[in-house]
């Protein structure tokens, strides 16, 4: 079982450009959630992905955006970044169906440094 | 709205001491608790979690919490600190109503000296 799994590890842009981050869930696994871990912070949840579809959100700006796939991968995705968005993002994935106790499974991240 | 609270950003302790880090929550309905544990450049790894069956969790590598209601406390202990321990330490909540989505504390630096 290969785990959640995040590409790219790290990711270096420049104010105002886009950025496409990927994860896989672990097997068996059909939600995801992203968060956001600026530095010496705690993670803060962006949004969770469950049948394709954005069923919650945290208080992000829509610069912030998602995708699910039918093989529950998912893409977030960042426009005009900012410097504050400098930032570990994490993706995490659960089951649907174990509810609020299920266990999050989260990926190694993905470092984002904007200049 | 939901949140916790680590009291301590950092805590230093020698090898073989006890490990106490704390973690009080704010929640208005019956909250589902866990500690994360994330090691440099790498993601969180579950430790432990209490959800509403026994109060005194244990988790893995020695770790244990106990959830006290009247006290809102949620704290983690190890009985004797490993050097492998140093780490920081994630307090998380969520609730029943919830879809799983973790709303975490700021994190505690588990410093371990010889």
């Known amino acids: 079982d290969a785990g959640v799994t995040q590409s790219p590890t790290h990711l270096i842009k420049t104010r105002g450009q886009q950025v496409t981050l990927r994860c896989s869930p672990k097997s068996g696994h059909d939600t995801v959630s992203w968060y956001q871990q600026a530095l010496g912070q705690g993670p803060q949840f962006i949004f969770q992905?469950?049948?394709?579809?954005?069923?919650q959100r945290g208080n992000f700006p829509d610069r912030f955006s998602g995708h699910q796939f039918p093989n529950y991968s998912s893409e977030l995705n960042v426009n005009a970044l900012l410097l504050g968005d400098s930032a570990l993002y994490l993706c995490a994935s659960s089951w649907q169906l174990a509810g609020a106790t299920d266990t999050q499974y989260f990926g190694p991240g993905t470092r984002l440094t904007v200049l | 709205a939901q949140s916790v609270t680590q009291l301590g950003s950092h805590v230093s302790v020698s090898e073989g001491a006890l490990v106490l880090l704390r973690c009080n929550y704010s929640?208005?309905?019956?909250?589902?608790l866990f500690w994360y544990v994330q090691y440099p450049n790498q993601g969180l790894q579950l430790l432990l979690k209490?959800?509403?069956?026994?109060?005194l969790v244990k988790g893995i590598n020695g770790f244990e919490a106990e959830f006290k209601k009247s006290e809102t406390s949620f704290h983690l202990t190890k009985p004797s600190a490993h050097m492998s321990d140093a780490a920081e330490y994630f307090c998380?909540?969520?609730?029943?109503?919830?879809?799983?989505?973790?709303?975490f504390g700021k994190g505690t630096m588990l410093l371990v000296s010889p």
């Open positions: 992905y469950y049948e394709e579809e954005e069923r």
């Open positions: 929640s208005s309905v019956p909250p589902y």
């Open positions: 209490y959800t509403s069956a026994a109060t």
């Open positions: 998380a909540v969520t609730q029943l109503s919830g879809y799983s989505t973790l709303t």
